[in-house]
């Protein structure tokens, strides 16, 4: 996983970054990958703790069997789940074959607490989710 850092810093969310946080961040995560058609995380369940990001391919979100979203290449999920440690809120579908980086929980905890811009930018995040809740 040699792109790893360069993968990451097309994600929004670690744009700011140094070369230094991107490489520590990319050696935490994992490569993964999905079929056409296969579950990446269901809706309502635990399926592990983890973020991921999109490096290649696409997916659908569906909420309660809905799709109310597609994800590509420097598209990420599982913040909210792994912020609140609780059930997936969405199911995420891999609609061509998909490549993702995926970190687990307590990695992806330590790494945002030793680097509090990608802290700040997670609070920025959940902020538009809650506004644009809001005005639902």
């Known amino acids: 996983m040699a792109d790893a850092a360069a993968e990451l810093a097309r994600v929004p969310l670690f744009s700011g970054l140094s070369k ?3 490489k520590q961040l ?3 995560f994992r490569e ?3 079929g056409p058609g296969i579950t990446i995380v269901r809706e309502g369940q635990m399926s592990g703790i983890g973020f991921f990001v999109l ?3 696409t997916a ?3 909420v309660r069997g809905t799709v109310v979203d597609t994800v590509g290449p420097g598209d990420y999920f599982g913040e909210l789940a792994m912020i609140t440690r609780k059930e997936r809120g969405a199911t995420v579908t891999a609609e061509t074959s998909t490549r993702c980086l995926v970190i687990s929980f307590l990695d992806f905890r330590q790494f945002v607490q030793e680097n509090g811009d ?5 609070l920025e995040h959940l902020a538009a989710i809650l506004e644009v809740a809001r005005s639902r």
């Open 20 to 22: 230094r946080q991107l």
């Open 118 to 122: 990608v802290a700040w930018k997670l």
């Open 26 to 28: 990319a050696s935490s």
């Open 60 to 62: 659908a979100v569906s």
């Open 32 to 34: 993964r990958t999905y």
């Open 55 to 57: 490096v290649e391919g």
